[in-house]
DNA sequence: GCCCAGGTGGGTA
DNA sequence: TACCCACATGGG
């Protein structure tokens, strides 16, 4: 059994800054997102999608790699993305699965980030949340999560990024249905949890800290999760 | 060999 | 709306 199930089935009520202060103590700060530039997450946040991080790291790499060959810096920016080809692209992400779909994601952004604001992410997070987050999700290959974690991560919005752990979770801690969609889950936490930059930034970061070892689909190590105890 | 990883978009009933 | 599927590499 989970230890959030024994939460559940025992009518033991948590509550979501309960779970973010048990994680906070145990894991501390995580400082995400691991970047060195709000347009690297950006591109980081496309590539991670249904994929292991560690798979990330190696087409960024590829990305410096080939921009410091080309300018002499070892930088993801826009000028690189809309240099490349896509089949070229591609070929540079390809460590991070899906690299056709995602070469095609990424050369989006850029259109979109060029046409509507210049190329210029200062002018791009000088929206208003809302109406940023609407263009987001308008825009090929960005859904919920990346259009969340983007909003949080590169512009600093308060804003709560719900994923597959997250949901995973919550579930069986017994806080959410197991058929709640994305938005409702959104809503729910940041009425529990009011927003806070710096809380939603390290929530999530903690949950993705907990999933990785604790808290998987299979084999879930709960006898050592930390929020067994 | 099998399952899974910091999802999204498109098609069908 | 509610499912199904394609997309694809790398680690345990």
Redo the contacts with the bound molecule.
């Keep these: 059994m989970y230890p959030c199930s024994y939460y559940r089935e025992k009518s033991i009520k948590v509550t979501f800054e309960e779970i973010y202060s048990k994680l906070y103590s145990e894991f501390g700060p995580q400082g ?3 970047a060195e530039s709000s347009f690297e997450v950006i591109v ?2 496309i590539l ?8 990330v790291e ?1 087409a960024i790499a590829n990305l410096k790699e080939y921009n410091k060959g080309l300018t002499g810096k070892a930088e993801v920016n826009l000028e690189l993305l809309e240099g490349l080809e896509e089949e070229k692209l ?1 070929w540079l992400i ?9 070469a095609r994601k990424l050369k989006a952004f850029s259109h979109f980030l060029r046409g509507e604001y210049e190329g210029s992410l200062r002018k791009m997070f000088g929206e208003r949340l809302e109406v940023l987050r609407a263009k987001l ?1 308008a ?9 969340d ?1 983007i909003l949080l ?1 590169a512009g600093g919005y308060p804003i709560f990024v719900i ?3 997250t949901k995973r979770l919550y579930s069986r801690c017994g806080l959410i249905e197991e058929d709640m969609d ?1 938005h409702q889950l959104q809503q729910l936490v940041m009425k529990n949890f009011p927003p806070q930059v710096e809380c939603y930034n390290e929530y999530h ?1 903690l949950i ?1 800290a907990l ?2 070892y604790y808290c ?3 084999a879930p190590r709960c006898e050592k999760c930390p929020l067994s105890s």
Excluded: F, H
């Design positions: 995400w997102w691991p980081g946040a991670t999608q249904s994929v292991n991080w560690t798979n190696k591609a390809r460590p991070s699965g899906y690299y056709n779909m995602k999700l825009v090929y290959g960005i859904g919920p999560e990346t259009a974690s991560y994923d597959a752990y994305y970061a993705v999933g990785k998987r689909k299979t």
